[in-house]
């Protein structure tokens, strides 16, 4: 089954656009998990199996874990995932990019050694450097297009002759780049205007939208400008929603909240 | 000491500008070697002990380690070469980019774990998702700015306001991104009139330049292109030119030729 019809399927058997980031800082963890050689892995499952039932799917970002020596903690995540929640999409935030021999490596990485479904790709070394990612047919390639950071518009909004950077992405993305209909785009909801114009390129491509929670993202006026197929991340607010051991409850109940405003505010548009 | 100091001694020290690209395909290794479990250390500390004298650099890329699940092995490779070859500098290529909290993790994966004097690292997300990189004042920034593959130019080449997009790059590169003068330029040798454009607007920068060897940059035009101050990197000629139990001599053989080729370009300059 491709990732996109995976993904549909999540959205509707959630009816939830949100997905939870697994970002697990270790100076944020729970106090009663210092110490334990464990403590990211029991972190984010129990973050996982609190949340399950509110996201559509999940994104563990891999510099958390490969920072910290724990690769081996992200493969039994990503497994716990699968054997817990079937069918609940696994994203790899991992924004690699590289030539031919080498994205070969990086998508063996993602895709054999850690089993996700899709994964997140820097599109600055162009075509050739994604075919080897395209080669597995049945995995979603969400390429950066416009990033929720402030500094994304350097050059990402730069004119590259009657479009901006990240437009010509969007238009790559949604035609000649997408042979095999795996590609989807990550669009910050820090600035939905752009978000709003990405949609009108890109049509039905999936958005993956950082930036609401703590980033300051609105939830409105994100789901007023990308519309239904996106996935929205948030990270840090449920992820540290409670330091103690209470963390999974109140990583629920925000998630649940997150849910059901982005529910709302699609049922208002 | 600065990376740019420790890679001005390393040039002078070895008399050379080659870049010993660590790059272990584990379909090619040496027979010999098939089935020991730290095969790729044992084969690139045999590289790297049989090149050194030649080599002003080594770049482990760090896919081939991921995809094999060899992290381990690229942290002992790089205490290797620190212990062993001190004052030899380590770039690792990663080609990470991401946003301010998790580029720091990215940072700590780099500079803590690995102990590499020096990183690759996509600008595309902009200046922001640099900065936790350069709080790292002793090290060095690499970044993609015109890259070797055929693709390159799908985005790297678009016009952005009289000047193309890897142009821009070099420029933010040279001036104020720099402020503590930490950056270099990634940029392939197999376009030496875009070589040679970079080095026109980059002054100083150290360029590190993918692309000779196996992937055919011509090494007298590279050398006009980009003159002094250039880390060449060559990975699969020297890596794999043979698959026996010679292979060190072999690959000695090769890097001191390419070493003696840019040596003598450089002289004809």
Known sequence: MSFVVSLQAAWAQADSMLCVGLDPDPSRLPMHLAGRPDAILAFCREIVDATAEFACAFKPQIAYFAAARAEDQLEELIAHIHRAHPGKPVILDAKRGDIGATAAQYAREAFERYRADAVTVNPYMGFDSLEPWLAWHDRGIILLCRTSNSG?????????????????????????????????????????????????????????????????GDIEATVRAGGRRMIVNSSRAILYASRTDDFGPAAATVARTTRDALRDALARC
């Open 152 to 216: 994304g518009g350097d050059l990402q909004a730069l004119d590259v002759g009657g479009e901006r950077l990240y437009e010509r992405v969007a238009r790559l993305a949604a035609g000649p780049w997408n042979s095999n209909g795996q590609l989807g785009l990550v669009v910050g909801a820090t600035f939905p205007a752009e978000l709003a114009q990405v949609r009108r390129i890109a049509g039905e491509l999936p958005l993956l939208v950082p930036g609401i929670g703590a980033q300051g």
